[in-house]
């Protein structure tokens, strides 16, 4: 009897050890040797350099709502495809859309010379023979804010915040809030118009475009960015103490409301097929450029990285699934529909990273991931250690379209990327194919590869749930 106890107890100690041993997050030896393969491999591919190149010369701008957002759709969907992924679908994304049709801008007086502008995303139309006003400047948004009532009344507010240069991009919040909410403001305090110089880094003659938005019982006013030089230009000649008028022409309207696709692909998993992998970057750009950096550099190195791991000769435990989201730069739409739909079944979302800042070197991963996890977190940035990338912190963001379903507590990766010159070419005409270095590519697709095929093998997980 007591023997038999006994047994019995050590039976169900030993199936206890078991289950721990098999939830207890951890990397297996043979995988890691994979990992540094599929890493080697991907430095050597270029695989990503022909997908970003295909996008953009076959497909180019594809703004929501146009006709190059259907281009890009059934080019990812062919794209995937012919990658031999094992699943291909769509799921469709509805959203209101915009037309930006014809906009210029000059100075009336005192000194009458053209301006290069760009109406920002959203705005409204001014009357059709343009709008005429006087020019009244402010250093920031916050200056704005703090004006008193009516300080612009019947005028064009102009915001001259330069936005500064940072490898973290670190000087995009500051600045972005002015594309933001710079008319609501301008608008409360009497203006007709705004202008604020572009939100970038670089001195080009190219106005950046970007969302901005209005607020309910705000008088909606057209909203627009300068060029660089052209916010200098206006700069010059409000010291010379003269009252300075500029005409601005938008012909910017919404549109009818659209469907678009996030477009998906899987390498369908070996073992435990239902469970995955999230990576990918957004399929839309903004109308300007051919949106290789923002972000067909995303869309990508991603690709790219599942498709390496769809060569090797067995498929991963987990599956590895590549988003590329509808909609992102007009307010995440393709990220929120996604998260609305799978909401139900976030269990199963093992962990989730998106590409997008541009197609520089990695030179740092953050995890969001729970803290038994941690030490995996940090397995896998020993991998990509000779890619020159060091472990940083664990407050991963995940990317743009990772927001919604890291609140609602998926864990999520950052690799993130050198952004020194990312705010040069973003949102401006001069996002294009030549900005992109091969080898810097194939560096984020091996990067991605070691996170994406790791993250899919690991015993245990990352954590549901995760602050
Ligand atoms: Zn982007």
Known sequence: MKFKSLFISSLLLASQSALLTAETPSLEAKDIKIAEQLRDEALKSSKGYAIVESLTTEVGPRMAGTAGDAAAVAWGEAKLKELGFDKVWKEPVTFPTWKRGVETAEVVSPFPQPLVITALGFSVGTPKGGLSAEIKAYETLQDLKDAPENDAKGKIVFIKYRMKKARDGSGYGPAVSARGSGAVEAAKKGAVGILIRSIGTQSHR??????????????????????????????????????????????????????????????????????????????????????????????????????????????????????????????????????????????????????????????????????????????????????????????????????????????????????????????????????????????????????????????????????
């Open 206 to 467: 190219m106005a950046h475009t970007g969302m901005m938005r209005y607020a309910k019982d705000v008088n909606k006013i057209p909203a627009a960015a300068l060029s660089s030089p052209d916010a200098d230009l206006l700069e010059n000649m409000l010291t010379r103490g003269k009252p300075v008028t500029v005409k601005l022409t938008l012909g910017s309207y919404d549109g009818p409301e659209y469907t678009s696709y996030n477009v998906i692909g899987e390498i369908t998993g070996s073992e435990k097929p239902e469970e995955y992998v999230l990576i990918g970057g957004h399929l839309d750009s903004w109308d300007l450029g051919t949106g290789a950096l923002d972000d067909g550099a995303g869309i990508a190195i991603t690709t790219a990285a599942a498709e390496l791991i769809s060569r090797l000769p067995e498929r991963p435990k987990r599956s590895i699934r590549v988003i590329m989201w509808a909609n992102e730069e007009q307010g995440l739409v393709g990220a929120r529909a996604y998260a609305e739909m799978h909401k139900d079944k976030l269990a199963n979302l093992i962990t989730g990273a998106e590409s997008d800042f541009g197609a520089d070197r990695i030179w740092r991963i953050d995890s969001r991931v729970k803290p038994e996890a941690l030490s995996v977190a940090k397995d896998i940035a020993k991998v990509m250690e000779p890619l020159g990338i060091k472990y940083g912190n664990n407050r991963a963001g995940g990317g743009p379209d990772l927001i919604p379903l890291r609140q609602l507590g998926v864990s999520v990766f950052s690799l993130r990327q050198d952004g020194t010159d990312y705010f040069d070419y973003h949102h401006t005409p001069d996002d294009t194919l030549d900005k992109i270095e091969k080898e810097a590519l194939d560096q984020n697709t091996a990067a991605y590869v070691v996170l994406a095929y790791l993250a899919a093998q690991m015993n245990g997980d990352f954590g549901q749930k995760v602050e």
